[in-house]
């Protein structure tokens, strides 16, 4: 299984990007995907995440209001539409899938849930 974060960039306060996270591997809707960030000299934190199949979303009481997850199964891939950006959304992007079809969703970014990363997508908002 591989994971492909893409979409990041360099954009003012009030911005938007849109994230993308493509899977490979197969049964892509039965598994739960998330995003995390880690900003310079922090601990990776949960951003995102979306459910298996039906994709239920989950967000930190950061982003809510600000941040959509979505999910396209038939292109096994996930989105992060970010709006209104602020500058301490700048960070490190990276998607992350669950190691188990069904599993529940964890908001730790250390649990053994999530068995698969991306390699990270940089995210730059200026004041």
């Known amino acids: 299984v591989q994971l492909q974060a893409c979409g990041g960039g360099s954009v003012q306060a009030g911005g938007s990007l849109r994230l993308s996270c493509a899977a490979s591997?197969?049964?892509?809707?039965?598994?739960?995907v998330a995003w995390f960030r880690q900003a310079p000299g922090k601990e990776r934190d949960f951003v995102a995440a979306?459910?298996?199949?039906?994709?239920?979303?989950y967000y930190a009481d950061s982003v809510k209001g600000r941040f959509t997850i979505s999910r396209d199964n038939a292109k096994t891939t996930v989105y992060l539409q970010m709006n209104i950006l602020k500058p301490e959304d700048t960070a490190v992007y990276y998607c992350?899938?669950?190691?188990?079809?069904?599993?529940?969703?964890?908001?730790?970014?250390?649990?053994?849930?999530?068995?698969?990363w991306g390699q990270g997508t940089q995210v730059t908002v200026s004041s």
């Open positions: 591997g197969q049964s892509f809707s039965n598994y739960a």
């Open positions: 992350a899938r669950s190691r188990f079809q069904f599993a529940a969703i964890s908001t730790d970014p250390s649990s053994s849930s999530w068995r698969y």
């Open positions: 979306i459910s298996r199949s039906a994709g239920i979303p």
